[in-house]
Structures are given as structure tokens and as C-alpha cells.
């Protein structure tokens, strides 16, 4: 992954699911995704800054990114996790077919101490 440095709030959205109203309570950023068809694999971590609600804002990132309508390559799940250090990984994409959405997201679970999933959305079909 990359370091994800955005110029405007906006950018966050457009680039990666997160809420522009979510933008200053990040400290840092990275991002890994699909070049042809991000829908297929995005992944995303982000640290928040000291005194965040990260449940809150996990819950702000989820809806949004549910509320998105994939016009090709719709994502098959969803999957958030969080560990200590204000930190979650925010991943989206297919499971079938040689899909990483799962092995991304239980590598983050079960390497990083204290991390946990916290959200497992499968997308209707």
C-alpha cells in the first residue's frame, strides 16, 4: 500500500469511501486497490487522531460506502476491523474467485495485536 495524502476533503470520498466531513479526523492514511476495477479489491487502513470516535466514524464509513451504487464490478463484501492506536482496515470487493477480501482482512485480524473485525457486510447480489 500507499501513503494517501489528499489535497481536499473531498478526495477521501471520491478515493476511498471515507466522508469529507471525516477528513480532519485523520492522522494518516494508505490505500491499496484494483487499477482496472477497484470495485473487485479496495483496501484502505487509516489512523485517526487522539480523541476520535472511531466507532462512530467505522459507522459513518460503512453507511456510506453502502449507500454507493456500483454501476460494474459491484463488490461481493465488506469487511472493517479496528486495533488499538485508532486504526482500522477498511476492505471491499469480490470473495469468489480468487478474491482476497477475506485473507486481507484475517491477516490485519490475526497479526496486529488487539484487532478485531467489527464489521461483515455481505452485498446483495
Request: glycine share 6%; charged share 20%.
Amino acid at each position: 500500500p500507499a501513503a494517501f495524502v489528499a489535497l481536499e476533503a473531498e478526495d477521501y470520498n471520491a478515493n476511498l469511501g471515507i466522508p469529507a466531513a471525516e477528513a480532519d479526523k485523520i492522522a494518516s492514511a494508505a490505500s491499496m486497490f484494483n487499477m482496472m476495477n477497484a470495485n473487485t479489491f479496495n483496501c484502505f487502513t487509516v489512523q485517526f487522531k487522539d480523541g476520535t470516535d472511531v466507532d462512530a466514524s467505522i459507522n459513518t464509513i460503512k453507511e456510506n460506502i453502502l449507500a454507493r451504487q456500483w454501476i460494474c464490478g459491484a463488490p461481493e463484501k465488506l469487511v472493517i476491523a479496528k486495533a488499538p492506536g485508532n486504526c482500522i482496515i477498511v476492505v471491499w470487493g469480490v470473495v469468489e474467485f480468487g478474491g482476497i477480501v477475506d485473507p486481507v482482512a484475517q491477516s490485519f485480524a490475526t497479526s496486529v495485536e488487539g484487532a478485531e473485525i467489527v464489521v461483515e457486510h455481505n452485498f446483495a447480489r
